[in-house]
C-alpha cells in the first residue's frame, strides 16, 4: 500500500480511472452488439438507427479523451461496412 501522501492520491486516482474506463469500455461493446445483432436479425431500419447512435457515441468519446481519433474511426468504419454489406446482400 501507498504510504505517501502523493502515492495515495495516485491510488485513489487510478481507482477512479478504473471505473471510468470500465463504463466506457461496457458502453462501447454494448454500442457495437447493439448494430451487430441489428444485421443479424436483418432489420435495416433498426440496423441504420443503431449505426447513428453508435456513430454519435463513440466519436463523442474521442472528445472526452476516451478514445484515440482513429481508433475510433476505425470502430465506426467496421459498423458501418457490416451494415452496408446488409443492405447489398438483402
Not at 457515441?57 to 468519446?61: E, F, L, Q, W
Given at each position: 500500500m501507498a504510504n505517501?501522501?502523493?502515492?495515495k492520491k495516485r491510488a485513489r486516482q487510478t481507482?477512479?480511472?478504473?471505473?471510468?474506463n470500465r463504463f466506457?469500455?461496457?458502453r462501447i461493446k454494448n454500442l457495437t452488439?447493439?448494430?451487430r445483432e441489428a444485421v443479424e436479425s436483418g432489420d435495416q431500419e433498426k440496423a441504420i438507427a443503431a449505426l447513428k447512435?453508435?456513430?454519435k457515441?463513440?466519436?463523442?468519446?474521442v472528445n472526452k479523451g476516451i478514445l484515440k481519433k482513429n481508433t475510433a474511426a476505425?470502430?465506426?468504419s467496421r459498423l458501418a461496412k457490416i451494415v452496408n454489406n446488409m443492405s447489398k446482400v438483402a
Open positions: 505517501h501522501k502523493s502515492a481507482i477512479k480511472r478504473t471505473e471510468r466506457y469500455r461496457t452488439r447493439a448494430v447512435n453508435a456513430n457515441n463513440i466519436h463523442s468519446y476505425r470502430k465506426v
